[in-house]
């Protein structure tokens, strides 16, 4: 390899990358790289956390940085900033109680998820803050969002660093321990995407709906 990570001997261009432009990590500046990962990582869906504070103060907010990771049992990841540039409440409160709630961020809800965003000092309530109602939860100690079709109770499971160790981010693994999902939603336990409405965020302040749904046949 060379200094610039070119295979030695290799082919810097190919036909297939006329018209394209190359990025080399290494050299990119400030948050070119979060540009461009969260601009081409989309949609991306949005987990509106809830969490307590050892002291028992509720918290509230949304991350992208958030996906499904295993079925069995029922797991997530998400995944708050680190570092003193970055450090977040949910991560503080999450990795001291090992508790937190998902919610499910739909078209109903997406103008307060985006208050929740607000840089509120750790004791101050996101809830009250955004007008939504917190609603206690049945198997943990964290509070669930009143007004969303669909909550997930959490306990952390596994948590690791990524990133640069003066900052980079949390990857807290949660398992889902119980679901909370409107009736009108559900046939058994499939969920009505049409009626979901669910939000995905790209990059900036961009979000887009996903109930323009299109089903494509799984090969045999
Ligand atoms: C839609 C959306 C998604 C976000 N995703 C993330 C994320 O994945 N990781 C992160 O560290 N911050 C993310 N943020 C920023 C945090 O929500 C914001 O810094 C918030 O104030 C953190 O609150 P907390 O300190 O109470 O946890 C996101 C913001 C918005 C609006």
Redo the contacts with the bound molecule.
């Keep these: 390899m060379s200094e610039n990570g070119e295979r030695k001997g290799g082919v810097s261009e190919q036909s297939g990358d006329v018209g394209k432009k190359k990025f080399v990590s290494a050299e990119l500046e400030g948050a070119d790289g979060y540009k461009l990962l969260t601009g081409l990582i989309v949609p991306r869906p ?1 987990g509106w ?1 809830g969490s307590r504070s050892p002291a028992g103060n509720n ?8 996906n499904a990771i295993s079925g069995d049992p029922p797991t997530i990841v ?4 680190a570092g003193a540039g ?6 503080d409160n999450v990795r001291a109680t090992g508790e937190f709630t998902v919610n499910i961020v739909t078209d109903e809800v997406a103008e307060a ?2 208050a ?5 000092e750790p004791g101050e309530d ?1 809830f009250a803050y955004a007008g939504v109602t917190p609603l206690e939860s049945t198997m943990i100690n964290a509070p669930r969002v009143g007004e969303c079709k669909a909550q997930l109770e959490c306990r952390l499971s596994n948590e690791l660093h990524v990133g640069r160790s003066d900052g980079g ?1 949390w990857l807290l693994v949660g398992e889902v321990v119980a679901f909370h999902i409107d009736l009108d939603l559900l046939d058994g336990t499939r969920v009505d995407q049409q009626k979901l409405k669910a939000v995905g ?1 790209h990059a900036g302040n961009t979000y887009s709906r996903t109930w323009e749904l299109f089903d494509l046949a799984r090969p045999a």
Aim: proline share 7%; glycine share 4%; aromatic share 14%.
């Design positions: 949005i956390i918290n509230l907010a949304p991350y992208s940085f958030f998400f995944s708050p900033g970055n450090r977040r409440d949910t991560a998820m985006n929740t965003s607000a840089s509120l996101e981010n965020r």
